[in-house]
């Protein structure tokens, strides 16, 4: 099983690659001060997430693995399981794909493209895909 | 059945509750002019969205009906049914409440909080409720 990789950060937040890349290219990125809910971003962390974060990782994933489309979202529900939530902001990012992505040998299928996405479907690559993935991002910066 | 109703706009946003009410207060936030991605977003339409729309909904929602959290979505994948995509900007905005509420005789009840959202459960309110709603959130302003 791979372990999550930090592709980079920035002033605010921190983009990590995650194990579970049912969607080429999906990461979290994590606010790198404690802070629970989007309306208590600062005006820098919001600029630094819009010109840094989103514009940066959709023109990026599209060069690196030819995304269609992107799929953003700041949720936080699984703080409120705790008795006392401690949520944290962060943001899911999914790229999406209307054709499938061979990469390094394996093969990358958006199955719900043009629907939401699944949280069942699940693709745990490889270590060694991980980082992979990574420096192809990471090429393309 | 309700007819959405337009809240209130903004320079760059138009904020829609919408007649499913499964998630109290749950809007539909549109971007003004054409633009298919958030990485197209200009300085002004993130400083307008981030300022004028999540800090005010935020803010407002928890005023008007207690609401625990929020859950942001930017996904635009409906577009990409079409054979030529035209993808608009819009976010989904779903207040979440750790209790139920009861508004105008109406119960509001969370079943998945701390939860992903459900796409299946609606909850169609009645024009007269809906705009109910809206005039509360209104006050809130």
């Not at 404690?34 to 840094?52: A, I, M, R």
């Not at 953003?72 to 790229?95: E, G, I, S």
């Not at 069942?120 to 270590?127: A, D, G, H, P, Q």
């Not at 990574?134 to 090429?139: G, N, T």
């Amino acid at each position: 099983m791979a372990k999550d990789i930090i592709l980079f950060e920035t002033s605010y937040w921190k983009v990590i690659l995650f194990e579970d890349q049912s969607y080429l290219g999906r990461c979290v990125i994590l606010l790198k001060r404690n802070c629970g809910e989007l309306s208590s971003l600062t005006f820098k962390e919001w600029s630094d997430f819009s010109e840094n974060i989103v514009k940066k990782m959709e023109i990026v994933l599209k060069k690196s693995f030819n995304s269609t489309m992107f799929n953003w979202t700041c949720l936080m529900n699984d703080a409120y399981k705790d008795k006392y939530p401690k949520p944290q902001v962060h943001w899911h990012f999914r790229p999406r794909y209307k054709s499938k992505v061979t990469f390094e040998g394996e093969i990358f299928e958006d199955s719900e493209f043009a629907h939401h996405y699944s949280r069942e479907r699940k693709k745990i690559v490889s270590n060694e895909i991980l980082e992979k993935i990574a420096k192809k991002i990471k090429e393309n910066f």
